[in-house]
């Protein structure tokens, strides 16, 4: 009786486990081919952390919005604001405190719903002006992109 006592309560914590694995959406990122011939001047290592920021906030908002879902994106543009340690090991000329620049991301794609409906993603945001980029990091604006957009996934604009 006592083995009971202990498997039952380890079975109730697997069996919710197990379909909590079964409603995580599932986000697939690709760069797309203007993307991938900036790769090399950005910085795989970056453009590789870029690429898991855009998943992680795209996977909280399809565990939001549409749980058990499948993402399908390609990043398009991706646009630091200050240079990439990359950028600046090629050209030292750049200063990664005072060089700022508008920054962003362009994604493309489609959100496939758990019931198979296909929904086309087709979302950018850049800084409009440069007196409009803030904020310290390399990729504020991109940062920025991704959160607004998993905001519009929360909303059900995709």
Known sequence: MRKL?????????????AMAQAQNPNVNVTIG????RQVEKLGDREVNEQIA???????????QRYPGATANLVLNDLKPNRPTMEQIRQNPSLDPIR????????IKGEIVTADG???PVDFSYFSPNIRDV???????DADRAFER?????????F
């Open 5 to 17: 006592a202990f498997l039952a309560p380890l079975a109730a914590t697997l069996a919710v486990a």
């Open 33 to 36: 081919p203007d993307l991938q």
């Open 53 to 63: 920021a855009l998943q992680t906030e795209v996977g909280k908002a399809l565990a």
């Open 99 to 106: 060089s700022v620049s508008i920054g962003g991301a362009a």
């Open 117 to 119: 409906q296909s929904r």
């Open 134 to 140: 803030w904020g310290y990091s390399v990729w504020r």
């Open 149 to 157: 957009f998993g905001d519009q996934i929360e909303r059900g604009r």
